[in-house]
């Protein structure tokens, strides 16, 4: 049985049609990546195919944002080039506007605040990055620095660096921000060493390490929170 395409679908049903009749909010994260590639291949059509990408992704729109340009096209009959590189440009722009939209929330008051201005930086990585986040005594954000970048399981932490910037920007607080790619929130032994490390020295400054955050795709860690810090 030949497969129907989506021309032939009735019109509400046809992603487009669907968007401009009952607007963006109304369709599935299938449809809206078939809008981005258009059409399928010979046996699937744009939803189909767009399904199994996201299956495959274990439906979840941040280990799809790990996938780059060739696995796409290696892994999916029909995509090429052009229909990856929408896919990935689009997603992008996803993780850039809740990016800017932590960006505007100036104050950190709680692990969560922390978390949200840390994930879209680090939501993506398929290695490990660590980030800080310098803020004045009001708790309010001053700079964000990376300050390393590893391997798929683990990062070296310079912190005369972190300390460094923190008192070239005259900065009170500082919030450490790293992330597993494995998705597995428990903090290592390393992780836990480096917190212990960093707030003693920042001490001797007068500034105070206020968290470290493990940042797992869609949870994370806090130290705070925890009690370690």
């Known amino acids: 049985m030949n497969k129907l395409s989506i021309k032939q679908w009735a019109e509400a049903d046809r992603p487009r049609e ?6 963006v909010g109304a369709l599935s994260d299938s449809e809206l990546i ?8 010979d046996r699937e059509s744009a939803v ?15 280990r799809l944002g790990r996938m780059g340009v060739t696995d796409l096209i290696q892994r999916y009959r029909g995509i090429g080039e052009a229909k990856a590189v929408a896919v990935i440009a689009a997603l992008e722009l996803g993780r850039r506007r809740r990016s800017a939209d932590a960006g505007e929330k100036k104050k950190i008051t709680s692990s969560h605040d922390a978390y949200e ?5 680090l ?7 660590t980030w800080a986040l310098l803020t004045d005594r009001s708790n309010k954000v001053l700079s964000t620095l990376q300050v390393s970048r590893g ?19 005259y900065a009170s607080g500082i919030l450490l921000g790293h992330n597993h790619p494995s998705g597995n929130c428990t903090a290592s032994p390393q992780d836990t060493q480096i917190t212990r490390k960093l707030k003693e020295a920042a001490q001797w400054m007068d500034i105070t390490l206020l968290d470290h955050i493990i940042v797992c795709g869609d949870s994370y ?5 925890e009690g370690i810090i």
């Open 48 to 62: 189909e195919l767009s399904k199994r990408i996201l299956m495959d992704a274990g439906n979840d729109l941040n």
């Open 18 to 23: 669907k968007l401009l009749l009952k607007g």
């Open 151 to 169: 391997g798929i399981s683990g990062t070296v932490v310079d912190i005369r660096l972190i300390l460094r910037e923190a008192l070239g920007h």
């Open 34 to 41: 078939a809008i981005l590639i258009g059409s399928g291949n």
């Open 221 to 225: 860690y806090s130290f705070a929170d």
């Open 123 to 129: 939501c993506d990585l398929n290695h490990e990055e």
């Open 117 to 121: 201005h840390f994930y879209p930086i």
